[in-house]
């Protein structure tokens, strides 16, 4: 299996959740890539993308994202699984709470890609999220300003759970 992780290695939280994430993994071939130095072509040439963005402002995708996004809703990603998973701040931004995970889940899924590595939205509390589909977000997201302490058991979930599900 060829498996990227992609995120922007200037973004420090986002940083710290990839590197649990990794640590969490295990997979030895998994490839750590900077957003801001891929192409669609080398993202298409992976069976598991694995994508990680904090909610930037009123719940935007980060912009080093937006510049991808006219190119993958070109691309077929059909034979792609996607995980996502992101940083938001329930408290501070309860209103758009993680909407960059559910965006970049929106982009990829009408690209034809898998979603998988959703997770329960049981233990936040926020007004409204992008990412939430019925009680489940889109991915993993973690809030570094108020339950930094969950993120390692959160990471650790989702990973467990990432796996389980490439063994499908």
Known sequence: MKATIIYSHKAIKTTKAANLIKKSMGLKSLKDVDVDEINVKVMKDNDLLILGSPSWFDGELAGYWD??????????FSNTKIAIFGNGDQKGYPENFGDA??????????????IIGKTS???????SSKALVGEEFTGL???????R????????HWTKGLLEELKK
Do not use: C, H
């Open 67 to 76: 510049e991808l996004v006219p190119e993958i809703e070109d691309t077929d």
């Open 101 to 114: 995970v559910g965006l970049l889940a929106e982009i990829f899924e009408s690209s034809g890609a898998t």
């Open 121 to 127: 939205a049981k233990e936040y509390t926020f007004e």
């Open 141 to 147: 997201i973690l809030d570094f300003e108020n339950q």
């Open 149 to 156: 302490d969950m993120n390692g058991s959160r990471v650790e």
